[in-house]
């Protein structure tokens, strides 16, 4: 049984930046295409980037220039660097695969507030 573990997120001002991890344990991650989701308060989970076992990376235009999705398959991690955040990136994060979805993590909570 997978199971992800977030981690990273807090308060920041707008203009901030936060780093976000997130750790599998339970299955080798490195063949899949790996991605972050946020799902605001009301609103539908989203997909805000991805990446494939090979480093490419692909991102919502909400998020494009701002954030950056990478990976380090040896500590079955992938991370999400966001800089320049915005009061609307405010939402609880999680990774998953991109594809075939393993149970989901408790994710992270990211608010942006002055």
């Known amino acids: 049984q997978v199971q992800l573990v977030e981690s990273g997120g807090g308060l920041v001002q707008p203009g901030g930046s936060l780093r976000l991890s997130c750790a599998a344990s339970?299955?080798?991650?490195?063949?899949?295409?790996m991605a972050w989701y946020r799902q605001a308060p009301g609103k539908e989970r989203e997909l805000v980037a991805t990446?494939?076992?090979?480093?490419?990376?692909d991102y919502a235009d909400s998020v494009k220039g701002r954030f950056t999705i990478s990976r380090d398959n040896a500590k079955n991690t992938v991370y999400l660097q966001m800089n320049s955040l915005k009061p609307e990136d405010t939402a609880v994060y999680y990774c998953?695969?991109?594809?075939?979805?393993?149970?989901w993590g408790q994710g992270t909570q990211v608010t942006v507030s002055s």
């Open positions: 998953n695969r991109r594809y075939g979805f393993w149970n």
């Open positions: 339970g299955s080798i991650f490195s063949p899949y295409v």
């Open positions: 990446i494939t076992s090979g480093g490419n990376t």
